[in-house]
């Protein structure tokens, strides 16, 4: 996913002209394609009655992203960023601790982020590379131990909501009036906690950042 933003902001670079005009005030814009959330993650360790001395880990998951941005001004606009749900393996820092293999369990979310993009080129040229800033909800759901873990005896796994700050950069293309090719990179700021059961007692992770790299190649209409 990274080599295919680098490669498509080295064409757009390359070819860079005055092809089509660019975006402009009152314009609609919809992109989609492929979105990458990568986990950069770290965590606090797991707790039932003790610290156990074990933390987590969190994989990265590719799914169809989404967004949809409305030009205010034609170099600002306000962004919405969707996606199918990302699906994630949980996984021990540790090789099998607790005799149930390396993956504690999965969990599923939806990152929605509102932006605000500011446009760097002059609206004339084709290449209009950008930096947005704006703030994340993500929702947690379906969270769910592995069978061996469930059979072990942990269940109700439960991971808070998050809401915090997301920040991009991007570059769109214009191919012609109304088409154009976008790659952009987030960071966004993701923190939960975790709860669950392990045959009755109570247990916790209080702290996880997962703080993602969202990597995003794409194609875009104007309306």
Same mark, same amino acid.
């Given at each position: 996913?990274?080599?295919?933003?680098?490669? !498509?902001?080295?064409?757009?670079?390359?070819?860079?002209? @005055?092809?089509?005009?660019?975006?402009?005030?009152?314009? =609609?814009?919809?992109?989609? &394609?492929?979105?990458?959330?990568?986990?950069?993650?770290?965590?606090?360790?797991?707790?039932?009655?003790? #610290?156990? &001395?074990?933390?987590?880990?969190?994989?990265?998951?590719?799914?169809?992203?989404? @967004?949809?941005?409305?030009?205010?001004?034609?170099?600002? @606009?306000?962004?919405?960023?969707?996606?199918?749900?990302?699906? /994630?393996?949980?996984?021990?820092?540790?090789? #099998?601790?607790?005799?149930?293999?390396?993956?504690?369990?999965?969990?599923? /979310?939806?990152?929605?982020?509102?932006?605000?993009? +500011? $446009?760097l080129?002059?609206?004339s040229s084709?290449?209009?590379? $950008?930096? &947005?800033?704006?703030?994340? +909800?993500?929702?947690f759901? #379906?969270?769910?131990?592995?069978?061996?873990?469930?059979?072990?005896?942990?269940? #109700?796994?439960?991971?808070?909501s998050?809401? &915090?700050?997301?920040?991009?950069?991007?570059?769109?293309?214009?191919?012609?009036?109304?088409?154009?090719?976008?790659?952009? !990179?987030?960071?966004?700021? =993701?923190?939960t906690?975790?709860?669950? @059961?392990?045959?009755?007692?109570?247990?916790?992770?209080?702290? =996880?950042? !997962?703080?993602?790299?969202? +990597?995003?190649?794409?194609?875009?209409?104007?309306?």
């Open positions: 996913m990274k080599k295919s933003f680098l490669a !498509i902001f080295a064409l757009a670079s390359l070819g860079a002209s @005055n092809l089509a005009v660019a975006f402009q005030e009152g314009d =609609i814009i919809v992109r989609a &394609g492929l979105a990458n959330v990568s986990p950069d993650e770290s965590s606090s360790n797991i707790v039932v009655g003790s #610290d156990l &001395g074990v933390s987590l880990t969190v994989d990265d998951d590719t799914q169809l992203g989404l @967004n949809f941005a409305y030009f205010f001004t034609d170099r600002l @606009n306000v962004e919405v960023l969707a996606a199918t749900p990302f699906k /994630h393996d949980v996984n021990f820092n540790v090789s #099998d601790p607790l005799g149930t293999g390396d993956q504690l369990g999965e969990v599923t /979310h939806l990152p929605p982020t509102v932006s605000v993009n +500011y $446009y080129n002059d609206p084709a290449f209009q590379p $950008y930096l &947005g800033a704006g703030l994340n +909800y993500t929702i759901f #379906d969270e769910e131990f592995t069978a061996a873990n469930d059979g072990a005896g942990l269940t #109700d796994l439960s991971l808070d998050s809401f &915090g700050l997301a920040f991009q950069a991007g570059v769109d293309y214009m191919l012609n009036d109304t088409w154009f090719v976008n790659g952009s !990179i987030r960071w966004i700021d =993701i923190d906690e975790a709860s669950f @059961n392990l045959n009755g007692a109570a247990g916790s992770v209080e702290s =996880i950042e !997962i703080d993602p790299w969202v +990597y995003t190649v794409s194609v875009g209409y104007r309306f």
